[in-house]
């Protein structure tokens, strides 16, 4: 548990959702992505709850909320995140978030603009085919490897290869995806691995992805946002622009230096700085 944060479940369209709470100020919505859970957010926690009421969410199949057979078109993710605000008292809120998480937060603004005030996304975002199609299944060095995306089609596979071997994905996606691995201890991969080892944490962390092709074609069915939009990039900055390119109207970009995919934990005191001055 982290300092200063309370631990608490609500049931919500369906199904249950865990999130932390902490802080005082104007509320803040904040997700991680994959595979990740509220953990991954430790280091940034603690100062943004200096300014503002985190509410750190676990989305449907992450972490301790609840991971059912069906419902992760990300349409129907922001909306159990809108019914948790709702179910917290807020109306209107800040929404921040990273990789899988990314694409909650998008639709959730763009399906809840009277509940978004503003939105930020780093590393992520909504996936289009032009992205899609240059992430390639054989690449060369150097370039990203999504082989997750391919295996999360074959139902059923993902749990009989990794349950109880997580900690493999953990390292080698890290590994991989970070400048600093280093920066990511082991007891937090620890953390990871051991909420997704069980066969039902490893199919749901996979159902994130399957909905992929749905995803694409809502995300063209919304219209530009209009509120404002913070974009940050460290590794994958040029596909987060090109994710967000024309999806909203008054957007801005920042770069994290020194930073590899998990910014959090690579440059917390970076990242951290550039939400509190954006939603400040």
Not at 191 to 201: C, F, G, K, V
Request: negative net charge.
């Amino acid at each position: 548990m982290i300092e200063n944060f309370e631990e608490g479940f609500a049931e919500v369209n369906g199904t249950r959702l865990h999130y932390l709470i902490g802080g005082e100020g104007e509320p803040l919505v904040i997700m991680d992505g994959w595979p990740r859970n509220v953990h991954g957010l430790h280091k940034i926690l603690p100062s943004l709850a200096e300014q503002f009421r985190v509410i750190a969410v676990d989305y449907r199949g992450q972490g301790d909320s609840d991971k059912p057979e069906g419902g992760y078109d990300k349409k129907n993710m922001a909306k159990d995140v809108h019914e948790l605000i709702r179910s917290l008292g807020f109306d209107r809120v800040n929404i921040a978030a990273a990789d899988v998480g990314a694409m909650v937060a998008y639709s959730f603004a763009a399906n809840h603009p009277e509940a978004t005030n503003k939105l930020a996304v780093w590393e992520g975002g909504p996936f289009r085919p032009e992205v899609y199609e240059n992430l390639s299944a054989f690449p060369k060095d150097g370039e990203p490897n999504i082989w997750w995306y391919p295996l999360a089609m074959i139902k059923g596979l993902p749990e009989k290869l990794l349950a109880g071997r997580f900690r493999h994905v953990i390292d080698a996606t890290t590994d991989a995806l970070s400048l600093h691995p280093e920066r990511i201890s082991e007891e937090s991969r620890a953390i990871y691995a051991a909420s997704y080892d069980a066969p039902e944490a490893v199919a749901a962390a996979f159902r994130v992805y399957t909905s992929v092709h749905q995803d694409m074609a809502d995300y063209d069915t919304y219209a530009p946002l209009t509120m404002p939009t913070l974009v940050i990039g460290a590794r994958y900055l040029e596909f987060v622009q090109l994710m967000m390119e024309g999806r909203a109207k008054d957007v801005r970009y920042a770069k994290i230096e020194d930073s590899g995919h998990y910014i959090a934990e690579e440059q917390p005191e970076a990242l951290a700085a550039e939400l509190r001055k954006f939603f400040g």
